[in-house]
């Protein structure tokens, strides 16, 4: 009776073992994704902090060019304005400054008001 029950338990376990094996497959699958994605992020983190430091450093020359590409960007839209305004020139520099002066007369007004006291309370 006793080999029975080996041979039985034998069986069982090869049966199960048998059933488990693909299991096993899909989660060192799995596991490897997991390796994968993580390896991902720490690369795109550790390339984000590099870039920190360098701007921090002042060593990153990225903003530069993109603010002298935008100002480059900024003269040449107001020359070909100017060039193609219905208006004549004198009419057009007296509107483009007229415009000038509002914009700084609104700039001052908004950085020279005096801050609201906190109230404490949301929305006062």
């Not at 029950?5 to 693909?22: M, R």
Request: charged share 25%; proline share 3%; net charge neutral.
């Amino acid at each position: 009776m006793k080999l029975r029950n080996k041979s039985l338990f034998n069986a069982l376990l090869g049966a199960g073992l048998y059933l488990l094996d693909p299991v096993r497959d899909r989660l060192a699958e799995s596991i490897e994704d997991f390796t994968d994605r993580a390896q991902d992020t720490y690369e795109t983190a550790a390339q984000r902090m590099d870039r920190a430091s360098r701007v921090i450093r002042g060593d990153d020359s990225r903003f530069m060019s993109t603010a002298t590409a935008l100002l480059i960007g900024v003269g040449i839209g107001v020359g070909v304005g100017l060039l193609f305004a219905p208006a004549a020139g004198e009419e057009t520099r007296s509107n483009l400054a007229d415009k000038v002066q509002d914009f700084g007369d609104k700039v001052r007004n908004r950085f020279s008001q005096q801050p609201h006291p906190a109230s404490g309370t949301y929305g006062e």
